[in-house]
């Protein structure tokens, strides 16, 4: 199937780091990228990753891919309350420009 | 800074009726994609246009809506009879084409239908 499964909510102080994981389903796909959606708004584009890399590093966010286990995820640092929105993964199958998203994971950041 | 436009921005209409999305993609941005994402869940796409021909529709609902671009610039995406379950945000994106090139995406258009 395509479904790219996501934790629907997390909640983090102010200042901590949070980790949102994201699970996709082709193995073959060649980028796979977050966006942020705030209220009421399209989607952004944070940060993407190429099928080769395992790291990529973006001054406060961080991707992590492991292929074998089809898991992405994103790491932001000093947490800060804008970054209060839905953050979606979404992948490109292969082969194609098809673009599927996951269902979204609710980060709020408290103080 | 060039943007995806759609309009209008929110549309309230009764069941039964036609309602209409307008998009104006990037300038140059060969793929443009409709997508249909319901409160609480992620986008789900619904067609994706390369120039003026659709490369995939499978998700839509083909008894009820219709997308074309005629001259592969901006885009239309009908739904006529609208129903109570078509309440949705429907986002309108863009891409120059090419695996992993950004897709762009619009502020979307709020559908109530009541």
């Known amino acids: 199937g395509e479904d790219v499964e996501q934790s629907l909510f997390l909640s983090v102080r102010e200042g901590d780091s949070s980790v949102i994981n994201c699970t996709y389903t082709?193995?073959?796909?060649?980028?796979l990228y977050w966006y942020k959606q705030e209220p009421g708004a399209g989607l952004q584009l944070l940060t993407y990753?190429?099928?080769?890399?395992d790291m990529k590093q973006d001054q406060r966010l961080t991707v992590l891919l492991n292929k074998k286990d089809k898991h992405l995820s994103l790491r932001i640092a000093d947490t800060q309350t804008g970054d209060s929105a839905i953050y979606f993964c979404?992948?490109?199958?292969?082969?194609?420009?098809?673009?599927?998203f996951g269902t979204g994971t609710r980060l709020q950041v408290f103080p | 800074e060039a943007e995806v436009a759609q309009s209008p921005r929110y549309k309230i209409t009764e069941k039964s009726q036609a309602v209409a999305f307008w998009c104006d993609p990037i300038?140059?941005?060969?793929?443009l994609y409709w997508y249909r994402q319901i409160l609480g869940q992620g986008p789900e796409l619904l067609v994706q246009?390369?120039?003026?021909?659709?490369?995939?529709d499978s998700q839509l609902p083909k008894d009820r809506f219709s997308a074309e671009r005629l001259k592969g610039v901006d885009s239309t995406l009908k739904i006529q009879p609208a129903e109570l379950g078509d309440s949705a945000m429907y986002l309108c994106?863009?891409?120059?084409?090419?695996?992993?090139?950004?897709?762009?995406f619009g502020q979307g258009t709020r559908l109530t239908v009541v």
């Open positions: 994106a863009s891409s120059l084409a090419g695996l992993g090139t950004e897709a762009f």
């Open positions: 082709d193995s073959s796909s060649t980028y």
């Open positions: 990753i190429f099928s080769n890399m």
């Open positions: 979404a992948e490109i199958l292969y082969n194609t420009d098809k673009l599927i």
């Open positions: 300038s140059g941005h060969a793929t």
């Open positions: 246009f390369q120039d003026e021909s659709v490369v995939d």
